[in-house]
C-alpha cells in the first residue's frame, strides 16, 4: 500500500494502535518477541514500521532499528516518540539501503497491505547478509477466506485468488480502514523461496488473554508468524 493510501487513515491508525490493549497486537506480541524473533545483532530494519509500536519495542529487546515506511505522518509519529531511533521514508521493494546492511529484517503486519509482496520479501532478503533472518508476522489466510457468523466459521472467498481488502472497522469507538491484499500461504512460500529465504520457525499463536472478545480465536488461526534463514 502506498504513502497515498496511508495518510488519510494515518490519524485514525495512531490512535488505534497506541491505546493500550486496544487491538490484537497486545495479545499476541509475545509469542512473536519470544519464540520467533532473532536475537539482537549489528542491525535490524524493520519494513512498514508505520508509527513505531514494534520499533519501539524491538529498541527495548536491544536492537539498534532502523524503520522505513511510505508514509510521511506516521514516521512523524514514530519519530517524536522515539527520537533515538531512525525512521526513513521508503517503499518496502525498494530499500535504500546498499547489500548485506543488517543481519535483522522484520515486517509485522505489513507484507499483507504492501503494493509488492514478493519484491518487498526479495529485498529483506537483498539487506541480509548470509545467515541473516527475516521473521514477520501476517494475517493468517485462513482470515481472509472466511468470517465469523455468529460462532460459525463460514468459508466467503476463494481461497487462491488474490483479491484487494478495503475493511472499514469500529472497535470501541475508534474507526480504522484497513486496506491490501489477501494471499495464500503458498504465495508466501513461493517468495521466500525465490528470495533464498528459509523458514526455520511457524507459529500460529493463540491470543494470551481470556477475554470472551478472544474466544473464538482460540479456535481459529488470526496470525501467521515466521522465522526465515538467508541460504
Not at 131 to 146: A, I, K, L, N, Y
Amino acid at each position: 500500500m502506498g504513502a497515498g493510501e496511508w495518510e488519510p487513515e494515518a490519524e485514525n491508525w495512531v490512535r488505534w494502535a497506541r491505546t493500550p490493549e486496544h487491538d490484537h497486537y497486545w495479545y499476541y506480541r509475545d509469542v512473536f518477541f519470544d519464540e520467533i524473533l532473532a536475537p539482537p545483532g549489528q542491525g535490524t530494519v524493520e519494513i512498514g514500521c508505520g508509527e513505531g509500536r514494534v520499533a519501539r519495542d524491538l529498541a527495548a529487546r536491544g536492537h539498534r532499528v532502523v524503520g522505513i515506511d511510505s508514509s510521511l505522518t506516521l514516521l512523524h509519529y514514530a519519530r517524536q516518540a522515539s527520537a533515538d531511533t531512525a525512521y526513513v521514508q521508503a517503499d518496502g521493494a525498494i530499500l535504500p539501503f546498499p547489500d548485506r546492511s543488517f543481519d535483522l529484517a522484520v515486517a509485522y503486519n505489513s507484507l499483507q497491505v504492501v503494493a509488492d509482496m514478493p519484491g518487498t520479501v526479495a529485498e529483506a532478503a537483498r539487506v541480509l547478509g548470509p545467515g541473516g533472518r527475516f521473521c514477520f508476522c501476517v494475517s493468517h489466510p485462513m482470515t481472509d477466506v472466511g468470517r465469523f457468523v455468529g460462532d460459525d466459521f463460514a468459508i466467503r472467498q476463494d481461497y487462491f485468488t488474490n483479491r484487494r481488502v478495503d475493511d472499514a472497522v469500529e472497535q470501541r469507538g475508534l474507526p480504522m480502514t484497513f486496506r491490501g491484499w489477501t494471499y495464500s500461504l503458498e504465495d508466501y512460500a513461493v517468495a521466500l523461496e525465490s528470495a533464498g529465504l528459509r523458514i526455520e520457525a511457524m507459529r500460529e499463536p493463540r491470543p494470551s488473554a481470556s477475554l470472551e472478545r478472544f474466544q473464538k480465536w482460540q479456535r481459529v488461526p488470526l496470525f501467521l508468524l515466521v522465522r526465515t534463514i538467508k541460504s
